[in-house]
């Protein structure tokens, strides 16, 4: 193998350049050299189950999604949606004549895995249309649709960083990913991180630079995911010609946090002020009137995502949406 073949190879697990999917085999008689093959089936009319390596037991890995994909389509429907929303809690009123809303707003998560920043902070435009300028209450997440812990057990501790691995919370915002770069500066010289403006990450580094045939023998970048959403970069980057810059993709280590975060930012960019702060509530909060909403597309489609993509995040999110509307009570890790 080839140093440019084992380069890549050595990145894949940290840079977003390389992100994890699933890989298609072509349908042959023969399997793979190397591979291991179990078949159960049960023909028509027939008790007995036929096969092969019936007794042996194998990993499910990520086929576990279809049997997801199966229940959630036929107890939700494939019209289902995930709904974020936004609402005066019950008691509140408002906006008044000097745009005060007296009172609590409420703003409900539902796990969506698709809604975007640009979607969450497009909710917040429903008070700017309506004026509103203070709120004399607070600021509510609701994320009593999941309970728990974010992540499942079992889950390696080493892949916590990378976004395939990003936290199945309530509050699910940009996949709870964040996007940053690295620029290299010359051999044995430091990187500098760099973090897109307004994203509520932070990120420093002490890795450096050094030659890409050198990468991967005594050193290698690890990134180092700490409480409050903050990323240490450490070891070496490879520096290659024409290409400064490398990207990596992150996952959030607090997604609660992220969610008030990006609240926060929504207050400020509309110059809201909220007397009560942001506070979270794992009981569901009783509204009245809604201001907006968001609704994801409908399940059939982030199903087929979850299946082509093989997406860890959609899966966990469908699943746990599966819990709370099949059981009416709070979706957990240990009730799914």
Partial sequence: MGKKALLTLSLCATLATCAP?????????????????????????????????????????????LLTAVAALLVMGPDYTMETSLA?????????ASGTVHGDLVLRFSGDPSLSAKQFLGLFEALRKAKVKSITGRLILDVSRFGGLSRGQGWSWSD?????????????????????ELTTHGEGEPVTPAIPA?????????????????????CEMETNLYQGNAYHVQGCVP??????????????????RWGRDWAARALSRLKITATGGIALSHE?????TALASHRSKP???LVRYMLVHSNNLYAD????????????????????
């Fill in 160 to 180: 916590l960083p990378a976004c395939f691995t990003a936290p199945a919370s309530p509050v699910i915002i940009d996949r709870n990913c964040a996007f940053a």
């Fill in 88 to 96: 005066l809690a019950q008691g509140a009123s408002g906006p008044d």
């Fill in 317 to 336: 999110s469908i699943a746990k949406n599966l819990t709370y509307e099949y059981l009416g009570k709070t979706a957990t890790y240990t009730r799914m």
């Fill in 239 to 256: 520096i290659v010609r024409n290409k400064r810059t490398w990207p990596l993709s992150l996952a959030v280590s607090d997604p609660l």
């Fill in 21 to 65: 999917a699933a890989l298609a085999i072509p349908a042959s008689p023969t399997p793979t050299p190397g591979s291991q093959v179990a078949v159960a089936y049960r023909l028509p009319g027939q008790a007995k189950v036929e096969g092969m390596n019936l007794d042996t037991y194998y990993h499910p890995a990520s086929t576990q999604k």
């Fill in 299 to 301: 399940l059939a489609h």
């Fill in 198 to 218: 307004g994203i509520p990450v932070s990120i420093t580094a002490d890795a450096v630079g050094i030659k890409a045939s050198q990468y991967g023998r005594d």
């Fill in 284 to 288: 569901p909060v009783p509204v009245s």
